[in-house]
């Protein structure tokens, strides 16, 4: 067993795929539209699903805000270095809500990012 994907849904898709393909640096694997049911689906990440968790962009053609609730925390994502990305992502207009290192407590250097529908992303630094 391995996990498969996480599913974020989304305001507009197009200002997603971009964040998540040229600020974060995944690519799109693929995508489906359902005219009938009104939705189009793009999966994402850094390698083949068939060997890697990706995440799916799901695109409710008829509604534009979502709440995201209190229950959902963050996506993590390890970098080698997450102060060099955070710069990367400063400069490409992208949110850092929490400049990088060390976690309360702890010797792990982390950073935080928001995507553009306010989902928080984790930056964590490669040992």
Same mark, same amino acid.
């Given at each position: 067993?391995?996990? @498969?994907?996480?599913?974020?849904?989304?305001?507009?898709? +197009?200002?997603?795929? #971009? &964040?998540?393909?040229?600020?974060?640096?995944?690519?799109?694997?693929?995508?489906s539209e359902n005219e009938q049911y009104r939705y189009t689906l793009?999966?994402?990440?850094?390698?083949?699903?068939?060997?890697?968790?990706?995440?799916? @962009?799901?695109?409710?053609?008829?509604?534009?805000?979502? +709440?995201?609730?209190? #229950? &959902?925390?963050?996506?993590?994502?390890?970098?080698?270095?997450?102060?060099?990305a955070c710069n990367k992502i400063k400069q490409l207009g992208g949110?850092?809500?929490?400049?990088?290192?060390?976690?309360?407590?702890?010797?792990?250097?982390?950073?935080?990012?928001k995507d553009p529908d306010g989902y928080a992303i984790e930056l964590?630094?490669?040992?």
């Amino acid at each position: 067993m391995r996990l @498969l994907h996480t599913m974020l849904r989304v305001a507009d898709l +197009e200002k997603s795929i #971009a &964040f998540y393909t040229k600020v974060l640096g995944m690519k799109e694997l693929r995508r489906s539209e359902n005219e009938q049911y009104r939705y189009t689906l793009v999966f994402i990440g850094y390698g083949d699903e068939d060997s890697n968790s990706v995440i799916e @962009l799901t695109y409710n053609w008829d509604t534009n805000e979502y +709440e995201h609730g209190t #229950a &959902f925390g963050h996506l993590a994502i390890e970098y080698d270095d997450i102060y060099l990305a955070c710069n990367k992502i400063k400069q490409l207009g992208g949110i850092v809500s929490r400049e990088p290192g060390p976690v309360l407590g702890g010797a792990t250097e982390i950073a935080f990012v928001k995507d553009p529908d306010g989902y928080a992303i984790e930056l964590i630094q490669k040992k």
